[in-house]
């Protein structure tokens, strides 16, 4: 089954927090980072088959809970509930507090920490009371971190790797979109050294820029160290790929890998594909793919890349 559009963002964020969870922290709920510094910190995801098997359909998988450990005590564990809204008409304080309280029962635990990441903006409610005249008798919110709400350029420089990775959908003015970009990308190749997060997380800044095929043009030409650092990396796993399926004797498996690897690459350097070239790609043998590979580090346009095959 196909991910709807929300559930692709949904899955993006999932991914960002689990794999940077004290960046997370620390850019969407700085009041709550005090003592966090220390190295033997422990964060934790909690597991989901806990979730799911003590909350059945209360749970919803794509909301992480971050479980957070002082080794020494001096403070007791703390819950973030991380929550991310492509769209704040889909955002429903009832149900996160419905949430807040199964796992407070669950867990045992009061010290929790709700946090919604809005991706666009929009109106939403910040906070539920229920009472009379007289009383409050719950009286709930949580930690907003509005993206679009926050200028990129406060945010070039962060050593946040989150932060660096989410300046497309932060504020700027259309022409300096190429400079958001290339910071971004500057910032997930500086401050992780993991080869295949920095081909993963590359792939979500590439869905959240959505340069133009002029912009990519303009990356390529003003940015050329780091574009021909990201060409590097895409086609040593083209090989890496290659070499794996030739191994396994899976003459599709190459192929497929292949066609796969090279898609991202055209996507990557000159935006949304036609219908057409998709087709091209998927028909072709190992031995062509391998040759328009090549072809995309030099090339200018999709024409470059699949003339004279």
Same mark, same amino acid.
């Given at each position: 089954?196909?991910?709807?559009?929300?559930?692709?963002?949904? *899955?993006?964020?999932?991914?960002?927090?689990?794999?940077?969870?004290?960046?997370?922290?620390?850019?969407?709920?700085?009041?709550?980072?005090?003592?966090?510094?220390?190295?033997?910190?422990?964060?934790?995801?909690?597991? %989901?088959?806990?979730?799911?098997?003590? /909350?059945? %359909?209360?749970? $919803?998988?794509?909301? =992480?809970? #971050?479980?957070?450990?002082?080794?020494?005590?001096?403070?007791?564990?703390?819950?973030?509930?991380?929550?991310?809204?492509?769209?704040?008409?889909?955002?429903?304080?009832?149900?996160?507090?419905?949430?807040?309280?199964? !796992?407070?029962?669950?867990?045992?635990?009061?010290?929790?920490?709700?946090?919604?990441?809005?991706? $666009?903006?929009? %109106?939403?409610?910040?906070?539920?009371?229920?009472?009379?005249?007289?009383?409050?008798?719950?009286?709930? *919110?949580?930690?907003?971190?509005?993206?679009?709400?926050?200028?990129?350029?406060?945010?070039?420089?962060?050593?946040?790797? !989150?932060?660096?990775?989410?300046?497309?959908?932060?504020?700027?003015?259309?022409?300096?979109? =190429?400079? =958001?970009?290339?910071?971004?990308?500057?910032?997930?190749?500086?401050?992780?050294?993991?080869?295949?997060?920095? !081909?993963?997380?590359?792939?979500?800044?590439?869905?959240? +820029?959505?340069?133009?095929?002029?912009?990519?043009? *303009?990356?390529?030409? *003003?940015? +050329?160290?780091?574009?021909?650092?990201?060409?590097?990396?895409?086609?040593?796993?083209?090989?890496?790929?290659?070499?794996?399926?030739?191994?396994?004797?899976?003459?599709?498996?190459?192929?497929?890998?292949? +066609?796969?690897?090279?898609?991202?690459?055209?996507?990557?350097?000159?935006?949304?594909?036609?219908?057409?070239?998709?087709?091209?790609?998927?028909?072709?043998?190992?031995?062509? /793919?391998?040759?328009?590979?090549?072809?995309? #580090?030099?090339?200018?346009?999709?024409? %470059?890349?699949?003339?004279?095959?």
């Amino acid at each position: 089954m196909t991910d709807t559009p929300h559930q692709s963002h949904d *899955h993006n964020f999932k991914n960002l927090i689990l794999d940077y969870p004290r960046q997370a922290i620390a850019l969407c709920a700085p009041t709550e980072t005090a003592d966090m510094d220390d190295p033997q910190l422990r964060i934790l995801p909690v597991r %989901e088959e806990q979730l799911k098997e003590r /909350l059945g %359909e209360r749970f $919803r998988e794509l909301d =992480v809970p #971050l479980l957070v450990e002082w080794p020494d005590k001096r403070r007791a564990a703390l819950l973030f509930l991380f929550e991310e809204e492509s769209r704040t008409r889909r955002f429903n304080i009832h149900r996160l507090a419905h949430y807040c309280l199964d !796992i407070s029962e669950l867990l045992d635990m009061q010290r929790i920490v709700p946090v919604v990441i809005f991706l $666009r903006g929009g %109106e939403y409610d910040s906070r539920l009371r229920l009472g009379s005249d007289h009383t409050d008798y719950l009286n709930f *919110h949580f930690l907003a971190f509005e993206l679009r709400e926050q200028q990129a350029a406060d945010y070039f420089d962060s050593s946040n790797l !989150i932060a660096r990775l989410n300046l497309p959908n932060m504020r700027y003015a259309r022409r300096d979109k =190429v400079r =958001v970009y290339a910071q971004a990308v500057s910032g997930l190749l500086t401050l992780e050294p993991d080869p295949e997060r920095q !081909i993963k997380y590359l792939d979500f800044i590439d869905i959240y +820029a959505q340069l133009n095929e002029d912009e990519r043009m *303009h990356y390529q030409q *003003h940015y +050329a160290q780091d574009a021909a650092v990201i060409s590097g990396f895409a086609q040593r796993f083209i090989a890496e790929g290659i070499e794996q399926g030739r191994e396994q004797g899976r003459e599709q498996g190459v192929q497929q890998g292949e +066609a796969r690897l090279l898609l991202r690459q055209l996507t990557t350097r000159f935006g949304a594909l036609p219908e057409s070239t998709r087709e091209r790609v998927a028909a072709a043998d190992a031995e062509t /793919l391998l040759v328009w590979s090549e072809r995309v #580090l030099s090339a200018a346009s999709l024409d %470059e890349v699949f003339g004279d095959s």
